[in-house]
């Protein structure tokens, strides 16, 4: 059993920035891939970032690529989202997510956190 932890959600203006954290535990962090998903209301939840279990293998979504990063910290057992130039269509419960096997974009994952709440105001 793996129990995630998000945090670093807030209001903010278009154009400003958040960081969003994910804290695991549980089970050894370094055996999971990590993702970001994000689910806007009225909408299905979608990708927004993965992070393969070693960290060499980097995936986002066409509509952040270049403004938000993903990293992970073994350490720390954290995964984060630096969020860059948001925009008001960022607006979206975030969620953190983990999985062994393959690397995946798709919501199959077996571990998910709460959410973080994320509002980009224009």
């Known amino acids: 059993q793996v129990h995630l932890a998000e945090s670093g959600g807030g209001v903010v203006q278009a154009g400003d920035s958040l960081r969003l954290s994910c804290t695991a535990s549980?089970?050894?962090?370094?055996?999971?891939?990590m993702a970001w998903f994000r689910q806007a209301p009225g909408k299905e939840r979608e990708f927004v970032a993965v992070i393969s279990r070693d960290g060499s293998s980097i995936y986002y979504a066409d509509s952040v690529k270049g403004r938000f990063t993903i990293s992970r910290d073994f350490d720390k057992s954290t995964v984060s989202l630096q969020m860059n130039s948001l925009k008001p269509e960022d607006t979206a419960l975030y969620y953190c997510?983990?999985?062994?096997?393959?690397?995946?974009?798709?919501?199959?994952?077996?571990?998910w956190g709460q959410g973080t709440q994320v509002t980009v105001s224009s």
């Open positions: 997510a983990a999985r062994q096997g393959v690397l995946t974009t798709s919501p199959q994952y077996d571990y």
């Open positions: 549980g089970r050894t962090f370094g055996h999971f891939d």
